[in-house]
């Protein structure tokens, strides 16, 4: 609600607030948009884009933007903007509250006590956080902030991210990297930040799960098919890893015969790490300030897809 009244207090703006649609009355509904403010449900599509003539900017109230079709918004000279700032407190304490959580099994002693049992034997090889070494794959806001809470647990911290150079992992007492199988070969947690691209969809695999030091536990509050969730379930299976907590999924909501959904060592949530009502908040008045910006200055920050700047500046 406070992104909308942002815009509608904008003189010349009209706000239109139709609800759910399916991608038919999508291109139905932008033929005539200036600008489109959309969260992760909303599939921006090249059909999308050739319907709206006028679009200028498609502003994400979130960080990912594997929702939008970049290349074919680049084509058409609109600008894709993102909002990464919005919900790097709320990401990162679920990201938390899942490697908690998948420490010491705490879903699965609730569901026991709750089951009218007193099993304290059963659930006592939780692992302690101090001292044990903490993987993160994308050392951008989200991952820097879970390292500053995994510091404060007496974790050793290393990362991997081509982005962030040596000095600056140093300067947040971060080992760097450069290789992912070393990356999983001393890390006694891994938990993933990065975006999912054609070059980190399936990371987590059964090559790479075969480098990872035994008893791994992984963690994934970023986009679900960084990992090959039937190598992931193998990998439960012999062993190799330990653990999962996971908050988003390939295909969600995730079909009934899941490979992961259900099992003993998984903890899962319906992709809720950035749902808060704060963290919603601050993504939605980012993305209208965005959206306000573009249309009345012609100023693009936080830019997705930067080639198209040049084409713009051009016309």
Same mark, same amino acid.
């Given at each position: ?30 033929? =005539?948009?200036? !600008? /489109? #403010? ?9 059909? +999308? &884009?050739?319907?709206? %003539? ?124 450069? =290789?992912?199988? !070393? /990356? #999983? ?9 990065? +975006? &999912?691209?054609?070059? %980190? ?115």
């Amino acid at each position: 609600a406070d992104a909308t009244e942002l815009l509608q207090n904008v003189e010349g703006v009209r706000v239109l607030t139709p609800g759910k649609l399916t991608q038919e009355e999508l291109e139905k509904q932008v033929v =005539d948009v200036d !600008a /489109l #403010l959309i969260r992760s449900g909303v599939k921006i599509t090249k059909a +999308v &884009l050739a319907a709206a %003539t006028r679009l200028k900017i498609v502003a994400r109230a979130g960080v990912g933007v594997d929702n939008v079709d970049l290349p074919a918004a680049t084509e058409a000279g609109v600008v894709v903007v993102n909002t990464p700032a919005g919900n790097t407190e709320s990401t990162a304490q679920h990201t938390f509250a899942l490697l908690l959580s998948c420490a010491r099994r705490i879903p699965e002693a609730h569901a026991s006590l709750k089951g009218g049992a007193w099993a304290r034997k059963q659930f006592a090889d939780g692992v302690e956080l101090t001292g044990k070494t903490l993987a993160i794959v994308g050392l951008g806001r989200i991952g820097r902030r879970v390292a500053v809470l995994a510091q404060a647990f007496g974790m050793h911290v290393t990362g991997m991210d081509p982005y962030v150079d040596e000095a600056t992992c140093k300067s947040l007492n971060i080992v760097k990297r450069d =290789d992912f199988a !070393a /990356l #999983l070969a001393d890390a006694d947690f891994v938990t993933l930040h990065t +975006v &999912l691209t054609d070059e %980190t969809c399936n990371l987590i695999c059964a090559e790479s799960l075969a480098a990872a030091k035994p008893g791994l536990r992984i963690v994934n509050a970023a986009r679900g098919a960084l990992i090959d969730e039937q190598a992931l379930a193998d990998a439960l299976d012999s062993g190799i890893v330990a653990g999962a907590a996971l908050d988003v999924f390939a295909t969600e909501p995730p079909p009934a015969d899941h490979p992961l959904v259900g099992r003993h060592n998984v903890v899962h949530t319906p992709h809720l790490a950035a749902s808060t009502p704060a963290a919603q908040r601050a993504c939605g008045i980012e993305a209208a300030e965005l959206v306000r910006d573009a249309l009345l200055k012609n100023k693009f920050a936080n830019c997705c897809n930067r080639d198209v700047l040049e084409k713009i500046n051009q016309n």
